[in-house]
């Protein structure tokens, strides 16, 4: 099938970026939740995850969550950033489905964070990144 719109195709490199962008900022976020208004929900969740160091686990992946975003937002080693929270957020999906009460989110948003960072791991940066060949 042809495109309707082929001369779009020239910014090709625009939609991985845009989806870094957007995924870096929601993850700046999330991980300024778990250090404020949802740590002890966290808490909770790793409790029932048997996870004995709960509030350095919180803390941990609250700072993975900034880190990774800015790293997102970057551009910096963004395959890499993709995969980790790709493997996160499809914890997060299950933790949502096996227990809805304890997340505050719904499993449309982590299946939607999931399929963002899927395909930034399969597209790459996009454009305007600072990525380096490992």
Known sequence: MLNPFPELLTYSLLAPFLLR?????????LGYLKFKSEK????IIFEMLRVKEKVVATKILGF???????????????Q??????????????????REATLMKR?????AT??????SLLFSGAGFL????PL
Do not use: Q
């Open 64 to 78: 993975i969550e900034v880190a990774g975003g800015l790293a997102l937002i970057a551009g910096f080693y963004t």
């Open 80 to 97: 890499i950033a993709a995969l980790i929270f790709a493997v996160l957020f499809g914890i997060e999906l299950f933790i949502e489905k």
């Open 129 to 132: 990144a600072f990525d380096l």
């Open 40 to 43: 002890a929900r966290w808490e």
């Open 113 to 118: 964070m999931f399929v963002i960072a899927l």
């Open 106 to 110: 719904d499993v449309v948003f982590y």
């Open 21 to 29: 962008i957007t995924l870096g900022f929601i993850l700046v976020n």
